[in-house]
T-cell receptor
Framework: NAGVMQNPRHLVRRRGQEARLRCSPM?????VYWYRQLPEEGLKFMVY????????ESGMPKERFSAEFPKEGPSILRIQQVVRGDSAAYFC????????????FGPGTRLLVL | GESVGLHLPTLSVQEGDNSIINCAYS??????FIWYKQESGKGPQFIID?????DKRQGQRVTVLLNKTVKHLSLQIAATQPGDSAVYFC???????????FGQGTRLTINP
C-alpha cells in the first residue's frame, strides 16, 4: 500500500510564474490537507479538502493560492504569480476519515522561487 | 489566539541517555495532541498521541505526558539511538475540521 505521494519533490520557479503541486492520497483516503513549512518552523495549516469540496480554507492566503481535489486524480495546490516569500516546503496529508489522528503525511514539495 | 510553542529549539543528548522534549500550548479547548518526528527532507511521521482526558501514555521507548493545568506537553524518549536524531513537533487538534496546529519544533541530536 503506497503512502501519500507528492510531486514534484523539488520545484524551482521564477517570480511571476505559476507553481502546481500535486498530492496523491493513500488508497481509500478521501480527505486531503495541505500545510506549508518555512525553514526552521513548524507546519502551518492551509486548506482541508474532501473530494470535490473545500471544507476549510482558513489558512490559505486570500490571493494567488487555490486548491482543488477533483473526483478523479490528485489534489492540486496552485500558486499563481509566485513571489520569493512563497519559497517553502509544502506538505499534504491524507486521511480516510478526516480525523486528526489518521492524517498521514507525504514527503513534501520544496518550492524555491528565484 | 491559537499557538503551540516549544521551550527549547535544540537538544543534544548522549546515545543511550533519555531525552525530554517540551511543548506549551495555549488553547484550552484542544482535546487531542500528537508528537511528530521529522527527518531531514521528509514529511512528519506520527510518534504518539494523547487525548485530553489522559495525563500519560506510553509507547515503545516513548512516553507522552500531558499537564492540562499548565497547558504543557512533553515527549520522553528512553535509551536514545542515533536514529532518533530529528526535529520533533507537537501538534494539537482544533475544531471540527480536524486541522492540526504545529509548534515550532525541537531539533534533537544524539551524540555517539
Amino acid at each position: 500500500n503506497a503512502g501519500v505521494m507528492q510531486n514534484p519533490r523539488h520545484l524551482v520557479r521564477r517570480r511571476g510564474q505559476e507553481a502546481r503541486l500535486r498530492c496523491s492520497p493513500m488508497k481509500g483516503h478521501s480527505h486531503v490537507y495541505w500545510y506549508r513549512q518555512l525553514p526552521e518552523e513548524g507546519l502551518k495549516f492551509m486548506v482541508y479538502l474532501q473530494k470535490e469540496n473545500i471544507i476549510d480554507e482558513s489558512g490559505m492566503p486570500k490571493e494567488r493560492f487555490s486548491a482543488e481535489f477533483p473526483k478523479e486524480g490528485p489534489s492540486i495546490l496552485r500558486i499563481q504569480q509566485v513571489v520569493r516569500g512563497d519559497s517553502a516546503a509544502y506538505f499534504c496529508a491524507s486521511s480516510p476519515s478526516g480525523r486528526a489522528e489518521t492524517q498521514y503525511f507525504g514527503p513534501g514539495t520544496r518550492l524555491l522561487v528565484l | 489566539g491559537e499557538s503551540v510553542g516549544l521551550h527549547l529549539p535544540t537538544l543534544s543528548v548522549q546515545e543511550g541517555d533519555n531525552s525530554i522534549i517540551n511543548c506549551a500550548y495555549s488553547n484550552s479547548a484542544s482535546d487531542y495532541f500528537i508528537w511528530y518526528k521529522q527527518e531531514s527532507g521528509k514529511g512528519p511521521q506520527f510518534i504518539i498521541d494523547i487525548r485530553s482526558n489522559m495525563d500519560k501514555r506510553q509507547g515503545q521507548r516513548v512516553t507522552v505526558l500531558l499537564n492540562k493545568t499548565v497547558k504543557h506537553l512533553s515527549l520522553q524518549i528512553a535509551a536514545t539511538q542515533p536514529g532518533d536524531s530529528a526535529v520533533y513537533f507537537c501538534a494539537e487538534n482544533i475544531g471540527r475540521a480536524q486541522k492540526l496546529v504545529f509548534g515550532q519544533g525541537t531539533r534533537l541530536t544524539i551524540n555517539p
